[in-house]
Nanobody
């Protein structure tokens, strides 16, 4: 199983980025795909998840609600994270992971089975 996150970069506050998580070896329709982020010295924290096998329901951290949108393209086996109105505090390495954990457990990185290398997002003026 391989996950490849891409789309990170350096942007100014208020700008947007779209991250992609391309998955091979597993079908995203059968899993929950989550985005997490980790800033230096911090724990890996939940950002958003999409439960593609359960009606493509989506779930967001409070910090992401209203600004970020997670979506999936089953044909491309890829999950996206559209990030708008970016803030300096969004600066982190962003990771995507796969899990079949129940809903209550998708918010913890400990419950994800596979991860890809992260992509750096830097928001700075």
């Amino acid at each position: 199983v391989q996950l490849q996150a891409s789309g990170g970069g350096v942007v100014q506050p208020g700008e947007s980025l779209r991250l992609s998580c391309a998955v091979s070896g597993r079908t995203i329709r059968s899993y929950t795909t989550g985005w997490f982020r980790q800033a230096p010295g911090n724990e890996r924290e939940f950002v958003a998840a999409i439960r593609s096998w359960s009606g493509a329901t989506t779930h967001y951290a409070e910090s992401a609600k209203g600004r970020f949108t997670i979506s999936g393209d089953n044909a491309k086996n890829t999950v996206y994270l559209q990030m708008n109105s970016l803030k300096p505090e969004d600066t982190a390495v962003y990771f995507c992971g796969l899990t079949r954990a129940p809903l209550s457990a998708i918010y913890s990185h400990d419950n994800y089975n596979w991860w890809g290398p992260g992509t750096q997002v830097t928001v700075s003026s």
